[in-house]
């Protein structure tokens, strides 16, 4: 299964690791699309490709993190 997400950091969660985190926990995979993240805020969209419950842990295990996570549009990367 492939899901394609936002991340979205405020200024507390910036610097953290938390996709590199995330894919050690997690069995799986992650592809970063597009970012833009600056030192108060910052988003990522990024593709995950793994099981589908893994997925939901890993997306789960970000939020409670203080990540917000939402579905993201299109890819830069096709076409």
Known sequence: MR???RLTFEKDK???PAVCQMAKRFDVVFSIRRA???TD????DLELQGEEAEIERAIEWLENLGV???PAGGDVMVG
Not at 41 to 44: D, E, L, P
């Open 3 to 5: 899901d394609r997400l």
């Open 14 to 16: 910036v610097a953290e």
């Open 36 to 38: 833009n993240i600056e």
């Open 41 to 44: 805020a910052g988003w990522m």
């Open 68 to 70: 917000r996570v939402t």
